[in-house]
């Protein structure tokens, strides 16, 4: 049974108590450190829907959907906990199960391997989903601990395009050719095929680049492309990609990601 009186005063509390520094995509500079909360535009913009959607919801007169609600999860970079309750109180339902990928394939040493970089690292997949991560990948890109595929999150996602600076040009066009490529090649490839639909079914935007723009980039590797990440208000990083493949499974690649403030 739903409960959008618990849910609105919950989604109010939380947005009235996050640090808006902290929160990926969202530039603050207009936010004092130290000042809690963010606006109900901003937490709109972040989780790709209208203020008077969002005044809705927090005035309970709508019940959001569990997508939306995965949204904002990862947008605030929430724990489990509010998940739990965001979920039970709008939906009456438990929150829907999250992709795990097979980490069978990683040698404990490629995770010791991750976990020892100073900088942002993680093992994706032939189809992009993240094996693992260190913690700080996780600081920096904090949607990676809720197993969200990189192009998905990257093409789809609403706050990707507040995160990653000049996003369809730098971020955008390459990383749909990757994909593109890697898909055309492989057309009975069954995950690759999900990633492809649930980013054409989110996003008509990201579709359009996957079908019809002629950009052609096979591989990152030692690209700059330029940032922001939480907790750092406005300020843009340079964000480089070193990617590195295990011979023995050309599948999974391991990326070093050192982010270097202008």
């Known amino acids: ?13 939380i947005r009235e108590s996050c640090d808006g520094n902290e929160v990926p995509g969202l530039v603050v500079g207009s936010h004092p ?19 008077s959607w969002y005044r809705a919801f927090e005035s309970g007169r709508h019940a959001p959907s569990p997508e939306w609600i995965e949204t904002l999860v990862r947008a605030l970079v929430l724990d489990e906990g509010q998940r739990h309750s965001l979920h039970v109180y709008a939906t009456g339902a438990e929150p829907p199960s999250r992709y795990l990928p097979d980490r069978s394939k990683l040698h404990p040493t490629e995770e010791a391997l991750v976990q020892m970089q100073p900088w942002s690292a993680y093992v994706s997949n032939f189809a992009w989903d993240v094996m693992t991560l260190n913690a700080t990948a996780g600081r920096e890109w904090p949607w990676m601990l809720n ?3 990189v192009m998905i999150w990257a093409l789809a996602y609403p706050e990707a395009r507040m995160q990653l600076v000049n996003w369809e040009e730098d971020w955008a ?24 639909a649930e980013i054409k079914q989110r996003d008509r935007g990201a579709a359009r680049l996957l079908e019809d ?3 052609t980039v096979h591989h ?9 990440l939480p907790g750092h208000g406005d300020t843009v990083f340079d964000v480089t990609f070193l990617c590195y493949t295990p011979m023995s499974d050309p599948s999974l690649r391991l990326m070093v990601v050192p982010a270097e403030a202008r």
Do not use: C
Request: aromatic share 2%; hydrophobic share 30%; charged share 30%.
């Open 1 to 13: 049974m739903t409960d959008l009186v618990r849910f609105s005063r919950l989604l109010r509390h």
């Open 213 to 215: 723009d002629l950009t």
């Open 173 to 196: 066009k390459p990383m749909a050719s990757q994909l593109r490529l890697r898909h055309e090649a492989n057309p009975d490839h069954a995950r690759l095929n999900e990633v492809i």
């Open 220 to 228: 990152p590797d030692r690209e700059r492309r330029l940032a922001y």
């Open 33 to 51: 450190r130290g000042k809690r909360g963010i606006t109900q535009e901003q937490l709109g913009r972040l989780t790709g829907i209208s203020d």
């Open 147 to 149: 197993g969200i595929n």
